[in-house]
């Protein structure tokens, strides 16, 4: 079946630094990919998203590639800030009907 | 605003109660869904439904039944017969072919 595997954390950085987490996925075909962000106490918010191979997703300056090569997703952004606080969750559809989700991964920007 | 409502924002059950958690959207999306999330594990579809009157299972529906009698609303009862009901509960909805909206959730607790 279809499976999301992201790393694990948390992630603990300070203001200004450079973020990447990790995801791969696992799917027979080429689904459609997203980052979703939970901040605390609230439900999922889309960030970004890619349909096809090479697509470039991004946003509020957090950016991830499609890349079928090696069935990645990475997120990255330049410079955190403390805002950036969440949990972060990688997550796959071929149908959009069905989502499956990474474990998440915590996040914590210091000041 | 268009969006998600989710109420009450905490639940608690005893032993052996059902307990129904409210779903309302007002975007006008044909498909709801049901999450389960649990610390370090991500997100588990209890059930989703595309249509009024039409509701399949997820991946966890033991335990849990659901009602869509109108297109805006998605009510989700944890029945007795699951087990370990305590967890932090996500309703979605969805247009054909976009990404899902969530609501802020439900945390339910077993007193």
């Known amino acids: 079946g279809n499976s999301v595997t992201q790393m694990e954390g948390p992630v603990t950085l300070s203001e200004e630094a450079f973020l990447t987490i990790n995801c791969t996925y696992t799917?027979?075909?080429?689904?459609?990919l997203f980052w979703y962000v939970q901040y605390p106490g609230e439900g999922l918010q889309l960030l970004l998203k890619?349909?096809?191979?090479?697509d470039k997703g991004s946003n509020k300056g957090f950016e991830a590639t499609y890349r079928k090569e090696t069935t990645s997703f990475h997120l990255e952004k330049g410079s955190v800030q403390v805002s950036d606080s969440a949990v972060y969750f990688c997550?796959?559809?071929?149908?959009?009907?069905?989502?499956?989700f990474g474990a998440g991964t915590t996040v914590t920007v210091r000041a | 605003d268009g969006g998600i409502t989710q109420s009450p924002k905490y639940l608690f059950r005893k032993e052996g109660q059902n307990v129904t958690l409210s779903c309302e959207q007002n975007?006008?999306?044909?498909?709801m869904y049901w999450y389960r999330q649990d610390p370090g594990q991500g997100l588990r579809l209890i059930y989703y439904?595309?249509?009024?009157?039409?509701?399949q299972k997820g991946d966890i529906a033991e335990g849990y039944s659901v009602s869509r009698e109108k297109k805006e609303s998605f009510p989700l009862t944890v029945t007795s017969a699951q087990k370990n009901p305590t967890a932090f509960y996500l309703c979605?909805?969805?247009?054909?072919?976009?990404?899902?909206?969530f609501g802020d959730g439900t945390r339910l607790s077993i007193l």
């Open positions: 890619a349909t096809k191979a090479d």
């Open positions: 975007l006008n999306h044909d498909a």
């Open positions: 997550a796959l559809t071929f149908n959009d009907y069905k989502l499956s």
């Open positions: 979605a909805s969805s247009i054909s072919l976009q990404p899902q909206h």
């Open positions: 439904s595309q249509i009024v009157n039409d509701f």
């Open positions: 799917a027979t075909g080429y689904p459609s």
